[in-house]
Nanobody
Framework: QVHLVESGGGWAQPGGSLTLSCVASGFNFSRYSMNWFRQATGKEREFVASIASSEYTFGDNTRSGDSVKGRFTISRDNAKNTVFLQLNSLHPEDTAKYSC?????WGPGTQVPVSS
């Protein structure tokens, strides 16, 4: 059974940084691309970043949404079945619940409030 659990969320100041983690279980982690999405209260769900499986060897294996490009970085540790999202230069509009996903499977999410 696919299981995804995020952690690392919490209050941050504008300009601050956080590192989110998502531990996966129940499937062969290295063979799947992984994604981060976010959803702010009253807004549509938004794509944040994705990282390809370890089988992808054709250059940059990551993609980012336009609103976070250059500020957020996705990475993975296949030995630990974990995908990370490094959030830098946070803005108040980054306030949202952040969820990791694998195809149709979603974790419960972790809240990131950004305010001064």
């Amino acid at each position: 059974q696919v299981h995804l659990v995020e952690s690392g969320g919490g209050w941050a100041q504008p300009g601050g940084s956080l590192t989110l983690s998502c531990v996966a279980s129940g499937f062969n982690f290295s063979r799947y691309s992984m994604n981060w999405f976010r959803q702010a209260t009253g807004k549509e769900r938004e794509f944040v970043a994705s990282i390809a499986s370890s089988e992808y060897t054709f250059g940059d294996n990551t993609r980012s949404g336009d609103s976070v490009k250059g500020r957020f970085t996705i990475s993975r540790d296949n030995a630990k079945n974990t995908v990370f999202l490094q959030l830098n230069s946070l803005h108040p509009e980054d306030t949202a619940k952040y969820s990791c996903t694998r195809t149709v499977f979603w974790g419960p999410g972790t809240q990131v409030p950004v305010s001064s």
